[in-house]
């Protein structure tokens, strides 16, 4: 609280936002120390109400199933608040850029690439998280080859970062006319997005620019400019693109921020290996190596890090992920 009152006496010096980058981002922190006091309040509060209910219930005034319920509650509220302690690195209050491409088997992994992706944007708007196309390429019959989006939202990428990696998808396939079954892969990257709060240099002189015009669903240009952008960091390697924006230059603005990102989780994979000391213990992203399956004609999806499942297979493509991001924080916390 103190921290807090600090900060905001600093909001108000009239010369606050002189510097907006500075500004912006005490503001981002005085509403981060804010949530984490209301998460801390509201778990005061139900532990207050269990207390009081149980008193009643000694007395008459209430029954033994309403103080069960206000325990559950009270139970509930601070298993979100352990969850949320996860999230203690600086990087897990960045947004998020997610990454999805098709693996091997045409038509149906191209699908199952959509299904994914319909799936992580129907998660974010159930959190109210703003969701924003970065690229997109579609299957040649339908689904998409490869898409990148970028998720804005508190704890956007600590909520996802557990989604690294190859997904599972056995089903009966639409796409095939014998009615097999069929199993397909998809890759999923995350990545942190960086934002003022993180100095990320890079010299103008280590990039290579290229253009190109930006399509829509169905090959379609969406524009007959090349207002697309790819740029290549030489000193690293890494390739972003971005043609999320009409005008080139907003576009050129957008693929520096994504490569930014891009280098500052590479230091961050540098400083976990450093900390870790055990190469085997990092998922890799290979074809063989899947963090969860996803089995529709069974009703199962089961993350094979954390052992967590469900049979409600239809909620989870709906959006409906907290389980599995919960169970693998506190799995990697334990």
Avoid at 44 to 54: N, Q
Avoid at 70 to 96: I, M, P, W
Avoid at 236 to 246: K, W
């Amino acid at each position: 609280m103190i921290e807090i009152e600090e900060k905001e006496q600093l909001s108000l010096d009239p010369g606050f936002w002189n510097g907006p980058q500075r500004a912006e981002s005490i503001l981002k922190e005085i509403k981060s120390h804010k949530k984490w006091v209301a998460q801390y309040l509201e778990v005061a509060r139900h532990v207050d109400d269990v207390e009081g209910f149980f008193e009643f219930q000694k007395e008459g005034m209430v029954s033994e199933t309403e103080v069960d319920e206000k325990f559950g509650e009270a139970v509930l509220a601070v298993e979100n608040l352990e969850f949320h302690s996860t999230l203690n690195q600086r990087e897990d209050e960045l947004n998020v850029t997610l990454e999805i491409n098709a693996g091997a088997g045409g038509t149906e992994a191209c699908d199952w690439a959509e299904m994914l992706l319909r799936m992580y944007m129907m998660w974010a708007d159930r959190n109210g998280f703003k969701v924003s196309e970065i690229n997109r390429q579609d299957g040649d019959v339908a689904g998409i080859k490869s898409a990148e989006i970028e998720i804005e939202g508190d704890f956007a990428y600590g909520m996802l970062k557990g989604e690294n990696g190859v997904h599972r998808l056995v089903r009966v396939s639409p796409y095939n006319s014998q009615g097999k079954r069929m199993t397909s892969f998809a890759s999923v990257f995350v990545h942190p997005s960086v934002d003022d709060r993180i100095e990320i240099d890079v010299n103008p002189a280590d990039l290579e620019w290229d253009t190109f015009r930006a399509s829509g669903a169905g090959g379609q240009h969406v524009n007959k400019t090349e207002s697309a952008v790819r740029v290549r960091h030489l000193p690293s390697g890494i390739v972003v693109e971005c043609q999320q924006e009409r005008s080139q230059h907003q576009n050129r603005d957008k693929a520096i921020q994504m490569l930014k990102s891009r280098l500052f989780e590479r230091e961050l994979e540098r400083q976990r290996a450093e900390r870790e000391k055990v190469e085997s213990s990092k998922m890799k992203n290979e074809w063989g190596s899947q963090i969860r399956s996803y089995v529709l004609d069974d009703r199962r999806v089961k993350d094979h890090r954390t052992g967590f499942q469900t049979s409600q297979t239809d909620a989870v493509l709906d959006g409906d992920l907290d389980g599995f991001l919960k169970a693998f924080l506190m799995h990697r916390e334990e």
